[in-house]
């Protein structure tokens, strides 16, 4: 057992795998509960979607428009410190536990930095939103329900850096049990706060944004109090590390930015879609939000893969040079193959009775059109999923090893032709599927160009420590 561990929370062991499937073990002890952890916020995501629709169908749809213009806003400052876990895993990799803690602390005060950007773009929402030419029935519920959400931006930023210590030393257990308290919170926030059940005032779209934001911090409390336990001190300098470091702090903004600025492309780009797709009326936007829950449950857990494969990769790179990394990231690959596939023959078998949950809600004539056009969209996420997951990963993997630039170029690249062919060929009021077959390109390319770069190998050669 390491210096400064305790029998309570224990140093992790680091075996070095000798084969695939050593490798896939490996990659399956640290992604799973990660995978777990994942899970539960597309769960709880799914939850906040359906209950609203139970509540209003109108706020169903103002809560994609809203919760993804949310996700642009915070989606740099998240992206970047999320960098930490990988950060970490090549400080391991390269025997410096000890700059562990202060790494975290540059993370931290880059995170308040991010508060004047929050405030800002909650004082903007509504006016961002009738720029964007959105239905007038929406914009109100949509500026409700981002400026609420905007008060867990900061609590997001730094939730997303503190993880990064369990899931960088591979103590993603943690991970795994913190979200799945926080995600039963939300979900039982919204059902108090959405219909006013308990004696509590009936909150509608606020009530769900005020859930999210409550479990958000839960988790910063979680992750801190962890943290903050002494026999963690010799070994991470959690306490010592207590300071600005500037050198530090560039390494990891040149590292990690353009990483948030990959969320930014890619929520930006996807933002854009929603929007046009909102131009066409509440029934189009309806179908796609009924259509992107399913495929955010498939997508969401291989987000925990991904993670794992940063993670490993950037050890293995360090700790044992380029073939284990590569085996580790085919490892995750498979894993995440079987995963998408199973939910590609679900989306393509059974997609009109996943869709049935809807049909439980749809009271009105608008719901009812927008499940089945939900039913047509879901053969556009099986044409995708697959492809989808092999992006993810190769990507995860060149960021765990400091590619970090090139993946920003690819994801940019992607972003902004997609959505050049989408604007200029758009065939007008009936261009619903139009816009699906644009995400569908948009996955296949970022997918090609990510899997060409790692198999270039330029990758091997790189470091962040």
Request: charged share 10%; glycine share 10%.
């Amino acid at each position: 057992m390491s210096p400064g561990d305790s029998p309570e929370f224990p140093s992790p062991e680091f075996p070095v795998p000798t084969g695939l499937i050593s490798a896939a073990a490996e990659v399956f002890r640290v992604a799973m509960p990660l995978m777990v952890s994942a899970g539960m916020m597309s769960i709880v995501l799914f939850a906040d979607r359906t209950l609203l629709m139970f509540y209003d169908g109108v706020s169903m749809s103002a809560s994609m428009a809203g919760g993804n213009l949310f996700w642009v806003i915070v989606c740099v400052p998240i992206g970047t410190a999320a960098m930490s876990g990988a950060m970490i895993g090549q400080l391991i990799g390269n025997n410096e536990p000890n700059k562990i803690g202060r790494l975290l602390w540059q993370t931290m005060w880059l995170s308040l930095m991010t508060v004047p950007w929050f405030i800002i773009a909650a004082i903007a929402a509504e006016p961002l939103f009738r720029w964007t030419g959105q239905p007038a029935e929406l914009i109100a519920a949509e500026t409700t329900y981002m400026r609420w959400l905007m008060l867990g931006g900061l609590g997001l930023v730094i939730e997303s850096a503190l993880s990064g210590f369990f899931s960088g030393t591979e103590r993603t257990a943690v991970i795994m049990w913190v979200s799945i308290v926080s995600g039963l919170l939300n979900v039982i926030l919204d059902v108090l706060l959405i219909f006013g059940w308990g004696g509590l005032p009936e909150l509608g779209i606020a009530g769900a944004a005020i859930g999210s934001v409550i479990a958000f911090w839960f988790k910063v409390v979680c992750y801190g109090w962890i943290l903050s336990r002494p026999h963690l001190e010799q070994r991470y300098q959690m306490r010592g590390g207590f300071c600005i470091d500037g050198p530090m702090m560039r390494n990891f903004l040149f590292f990690s930015l353009p990483s948030g600025l990959m969320y930014l492309t890619e929520a930006g780009a996807f933002t854009i879609i929603v929007l046009k797709i909102g131009q066409l009326g509440d029934v189009p936007l309806r179908a796609t939000t009924m259509a992107i829950n399913f495929n955010m449950v498939a997508f969401i857990p291989l987000v925990g893969i991904a993670i794992a494969a940063s993670v490993l990769v950037g050890r293995h790179l360090l700790q044992n040079g380029p073939a284990f990394a590569v085996r580790t990231t085919l490892a995750a690959l498979l894993m995440a193959l079987v995963y998408s596939g199973a939910w590609a023959l679900a989306y393509l078998l059974a997609g009109d009775w996943m869709l049935s949950l809807y049909r439980l809600g749809a009271d009105d004539d608008h719901s009812v059109q927008a499940v089945e056009l939900a039913s047509g969209l879901l053969g556009f996420v099986a044409l995708y999923v697959l492809v989808d997951a092999a992006q993810l990963i190769f990507g995860a993997a060149l960021k765990g090893a400091g590619d970090t630039w090139y993946v920003l170029g690819a994801g940019a690249t992607t972003s902004a032709v997609a959505i050049t062919i989408g604007i200029l060929f758009d065939p007008g009021q009936q261009s619903l599927n139009w816009w699906w077959w644009i995400i569908t390109f948009w996955i296949w390319a970022l997918a090609i160009l990510m899997t060409a770069r790692f198999v270039g190998g330029r990758w091997k050669s790189m470091r962040m420590v």
